[in-house]
Nanobody, 115 residues
Framework: QVQLVESGGGLVQAGGSLRLSCVAS????????MSWYRQAPGKQRELVAV???????NYVDSVEGRFSISRDSAKFAWYLQMNSLKSEDTAVYYC?????????WGQGTQVTVSS
């Protein structure tokens, strides 16, 4: 079993920054990729950013240039640096990891951006 624990959410004014963290523990095998999703009220969960084992990253267009995903393999951790936050970034953010052919999710952390 693998557990993911997120931290770093909160309330921030528009234009501000937040850094989300996710740490994995448990029976972790080869990690295929690490990612961040978000779900705003009344909307479907969407992929925000992903980083694979080769450190190749991809972002949804709406956060390109503002968000940055990174990882620390030794700590089984990954991060989402969010800059120039907008009200439309308000959502519950979830980390996800694919390892050993199985997807695992964090519990979610609320990010609220006030305008």
């Amino acid at each position: 079993q693998v557990q993911l624990v997120e931290s770093g959410g909160g309330l921030v004014q528009a234009g501000g920054s937040l850094r989300l963290s996710c740490v994995a523990s448990g029976r972790i095998s080869v990690i295929n990729y690490m990612s961040w999703y978000r779900q705003a009220p009344g909307k479907q969960r969407e992929l925000v950013a992903v980083i694979n084992a080769g450190d190749i990253t991809n972002y949804v267009d709406s956060v390109e240039g503002r968000f940055s995903i990174s990882r620390d393999s030794a700590k089984f951790a990954w991060y989402l640096q969010m800059n120039s936050l907008k009200s439309e970034d308000t959502a519950v953010y979830y980390c996800q990891m694919m390892t050993g052919g199985t997807r695992y999710w964090g519990q979610g952390t609320q990010v609220t951006v006030s305008s």
